[in-house]
């Protein structure tokens, strides 16, 4: 293997060139974080409309876990469009702005997708208004099967713009990828070195992602058909509602009529007793007074026995 540093070498430019072939576009850019990947995304699509406005969901991790990055280093005014528990859809879409973020699935909207007709929809517009379509495809991995096993690139086509993770369901070390055109990626590639984005030593972690990327792709359709399981035993067994139902990734919300504290007091004493601990996530974004469990199906929950998981839900419940 030729030396890997500073971004350059055999694994880096092997890893670009699977991603960029998985989704279907021309070239692909590693980055360390997706926070990085997304700010050069959006900077980019800014530069070219010559526009300043960034339309994204309520649920957006720009607006939720970023301290406002896409305002105090990019510049831009968001435009917050769409209700929480909904998908965007083509006639959010407005004209004035850089560019268009789409969560897929939305990780605070229980992991829900837009259908494929809306999907389409989005696309369409998007041609039409000549506002550019980004996807936080952090999770994108999960996807297929709700769109009947269409291809990564399938859906992507049509997006200027991919992020995807590497940690989110890969379980590599960390890293992204940013995915587009090949003059958009040369400009990401510079953008990436004034940002700070250009590590010393980037090889353990794309070589971790090397490793993992095939065998966790081959699993995930199982993990997602896990996940409904799951979620139908929670749907029949307890009195809250299952969000979205059936799920449509590998991922689905519980909504609890209590504050997280209290479901995170009910998590821990059911712990104690089943020796079972399924979820460290209680968003309370939509109210103070309710949360939202996060149920997510990985290796980890598939190594564990259905009757003790299935118990652990039940002694949660009873604690609610």
């Not at 109210?287 to 290796?299: D, I, L, Q």
Request: hydrophobic residues 40%; proline residues 5%; glycine residues 6%.
């Amino acid at each position: 293997m030729s030396e890997e540093y500073y971004c350059k070498g055999e694994a880096i430019s092997r890893l670009e060139h699977k991603v960029a072939a998985l989704l279907g576009k021309p070239s692909a850019l590693w980055c360390p974080t997706g926070t990085l990947a997304q700010g050069i995304a959006i900077r980019i699509h800014g530069e070219r409309t010559g526009r300043n406005i960034l339309q994204m969901h309520p649920t957006s991790h720009l607006v939720l876990h970023e301290e406002e990055g896409y305002k105090h280093a990019h510049g831009f005014e968001p435009s917050i469009v769409g209700e929480w528990r909904d998908p965007l859809e083509a006639g959010s879409m407005d004209k004035a702005a850089a560019c268009m973020i789409v969560e897929m699935p939305q990780r605070h909207s229980g992991g829900v997708l837009p259908t494929w007709e809306k999907l389409e929809a989005l696309k369409h517009k998007s041609h039409a208004l000549d506002v550019p379509l980004h996807m936080d495809g952090a999770r994108i991995w999960s996807c297929r099967p709700f769109y009947d096993q269409r291809t990564f690139a399938q859906i992507a086509d049509g997006f200027s713009s991919v992020y995807v993770s590497f940690y989110k369901d890969i379980g590599a070390f960390g890293g992204a990828a940013l995915v587009g055109d090949e003059d958009f990626i040369e400009t990401a590639r510079v953008w990436r070195s004034r940002l700070g984005g250009v590590v010393s030593e980037h090889w353990p972690v794309v070589c971790d992602t090397l490793r993992l990327l095939d065998t966790k792709l081959a699993q995930i359709d199982g993990l997602v058909e896990m996940t409904r399981s799951y979620a139908s035993f929670v749907d029949e067994t307890s009195q809250y509602p299952v969000y979205p139902n059936p799920p449509q990734s590998n991922f689905f919300h519980v909504l609890l009529p209590v504050p997280a504290h209290v479901a995170e007091a009910a998590q821990i004493e059911a712990a104690k007793e089943t020796g079972v601990w399924f979820t460290n996530v209680f968003w309370n974004y939509e109210s103070e007074n309710t949360c939202a469990m996060e149920v997510k199906c990985s290796e980890t929950t598939a190594a564990i026995p259905r009757e003790l998981l299935e118990n652990a839900f039940s002694k949660f419940f009873a604690h609610i």
